[in-house]
């Protein structure tokens, strides 16, 4: 190739594009070789949407605040880059996760396995599905399973399974508090395959999540947990809707960082030793530069202030949206498939209270029945599900604004989507006091959709950039939203490009 060391642009420093640039750096350090890398990144700082704010005693999440423990990766790089001893699990004990229906909040029923009661007594006793809808949740059992091969929504899926209340109060707010997305227009294959799995194998949705959850452990009394088995690959935490409650000695589904997940993006970008990073540097045009196939300099790439960088492998490591208009001059195919992946905006509020001042919060929070008008989507009790990032005598709340269909409160000035929030809070909490702390962290386009079809679209943009090699894609636009997720695809990048360059 080059006389030099090969040399890799990755573009974007949220995680992947970090775990990319990290990950390469690996591969060419156990071959022996050498490779020079240019991790460009449009905004001043890096992360992306993991965004961490230390204010006082608080530690804010702006974005994400943990990530699915059985989801290896990140754990594998936390501990990679030092951070082993700062992992911390959810609080163990016997927290309630809630759901806002009819007016108040109800806790879910002991036992519940995402969808489906493990501990029949406490479901049939909870006022949060009326008695008919228990009936039709129970049709599942004698339901045939679906014949018919190709994708369908996750909503029509559960619907046909559980019935439209299930749907409704239980396993939307759930499901697409993972997505801010309508599970009516999610794609089942490509969000939770394993439910059709379940479906075929078990002949209906509930037996066979009892059986995996039996089969697993057997959850105590009053737990909620995550469905188990094959990796969901868009599967991050609901917010809000902490999935499993612990009891002391087990462990936690979901796994944090003391200091926040911004240490993460710190730590990661403190251990690259040859990568040049570059923030406040946007790339706005890639095309094929000087050099063919297996030539020095394939890519040509612009930067924000004009100058060019030639590149013989270049990561997009950036939302859809922004790796189309790149990949258009080489293909323009893959552009217009890129182009038509759907995003929401969201924003997360954060409000800190003295613990005096608010009702007791004893939960982890709650979601929202998509049966309430309610701008409130979610809500977590970040100082009793997180204590490690509260210190002193602080409540503090995290709540999520805007969904699918229902994105406008989110894109509002601050001013606005903080009194929405607070009169939701005041309803649905009786929670009239001050905040002495508030923040807005408005996330536009920030939630890519994986709409039904999702997997043929990827299938169709790999097809289309099945000629240029050199040019990868990774990230939450792809095979999962999750900050595991989102390693891992990098972590597949940067072996991709060093198959490529031959390291
Ligand atoms: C509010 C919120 C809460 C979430 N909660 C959780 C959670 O609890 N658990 C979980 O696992 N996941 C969660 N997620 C999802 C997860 O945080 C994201 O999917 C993941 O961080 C995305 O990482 P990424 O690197 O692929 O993309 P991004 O973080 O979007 O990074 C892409 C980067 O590319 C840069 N960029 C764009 N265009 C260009 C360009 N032309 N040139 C240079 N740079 C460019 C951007 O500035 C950005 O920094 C949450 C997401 C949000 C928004």
Redesign the pocket.
């Known amino acids: 190739m080059s006389a030099g060391p090969p040399r890799v642009a990755v ?9 990319a640039a990290y990950y390469l750096e690996q591969q060419a350090r156990a071959a022996g070789r050498e490779v020079e890398i240019h991790l ?4 001043p ?6 965004q961490t704010e230390q204010a006082g005693e608080l530690t804010i ?8 423990a059985r ?1 290896v990766a ?1 754990t594998r790089l936390a501990q990679a880059v030092g951070l082993g001893d700062a992992l911390v699990e959810s609080t163990p004990g016997r927290l309630k996760t809630y759901v806002y229906h009819r007016g108040r909040l109800h806790p879910l029923p002991e036992g519940m396995v995402l969808v489906a009661p493990t501990r029949i007594g406490p479901f049939l006793a909870s006022p949060l599905i009326s008695p008919l809808g228990k009936l039709r949740m129970a049709l599942d059992l004698v339901l045939p399973p679906r014949q018919e091969e190709g994708d369908e929504s996750i909503g029509a899926f559960l619907r046909r399974r559980l019935g439209d209340e299930a749907v409704e109060v239980l396993a939307g707010p759930l499901l697409s508090g ?1 997505y ?1 997305g309508n599970p009516d227009e999610l794609s089942l294959l490509a969000t939770f395959p394993m439910f059709r799995d379940l479906e075929r194998r078990h002949g209906s949705l509930v037996r066979g999540l009892l059986r995996q959850a039996r089969g697993a452990r057997p959850p105590a009394a009053g737990q909620t947990r995550p469905p188990a088995g094959p990796a969901a690959p868009g ?5 809000g809707a902490p999935g499993r409650r612990d009891t002391p000695g087990s462990r936690s589904a ?1 796994v944090s960082l003391r200091g926040g997940l911004g240490r993460l993006v710190r730590a990661v970008a403190g251990a690259l030793q040859v990568t040049r990073v570059r923030t406040g ?4 045009r890639l095309e094929r530069g000087p050099g063919g196939l297996g030539h020095p300099g394939r890519y040509r790439l612009t930067l ?1 202030d004009g100058t060019t960088l030639q590149a013989d492998a270049v990561i997009l ?3 859809a949206y ?2 189309a208009p ?1 990949v258009e001059p080489i293909s323009p195919g893959a552009a217009a498939a890129l182009a038509a992946i759907p995003y929401v905006s ?3 509020v954060a409000l800190a209270y003295r613990r005096s001042q608010v009702p007791p919060l004893e939960g982890s929070g709650f979601v929202v029945s998509h049966r309430e008008r309610r701008s409130v989507t979610a809500c977590t009790w970040v100082s009793s599900k997180w204590p490690h990032l509260v210190a002193g005598d602080w409540a503090l709340l995290r709540c ?1 604004v805007g969904r699918a269909g229902d994105e406008e409160l989110a894109l509002a000035p601050e001013p606005e989507i903080l009194a929405a929030v607070r009169r939701d809070l005041a309803e649905m909490m009786d929670l009239r006091a001050e905040p002495a702390l508030t923040r807005v ?1 408005r ?1 536009p386009r ?3 959709q994986y709409r039904v079809g999702h997997l043929e679209r990827l299938a169709r943009i790999e097809a289309a950039l099945a000629a240029e090699p050199g040019i990868i894609l ?4 792809y095979r ?7 390693i891992s ?2 972590e597949q990048a940067a072996r991709q490009a060093a198959a490529f360059l031959g390291l």
């Not at 999440?61 to 699915?68: I, N, Q, T, V």
């Not at 990774?474 to 636009?477: E, K, L, R, S, T």
Request: overall charge negative.
């Open positions: 573009v974007g420093g949220g995680i992947t594009g970090l775990a460009l990144e449009e905004a700082v890096l992360g992306g949407k993991v999440e702006a974005g994400p605040d943990s990530y699915l989801k990140a993972i801010a599967e991050a935490r609901p917010p979901f540097t946007a790339v706005r924000g490591a950036v939302p922004a790796a790149l969201t924003a997360v999520f962290y996330w920030a939630m890519p990774a990230g939450a636009a999962g939203v999750g900050v595991p997720d989102c695809q990098g």
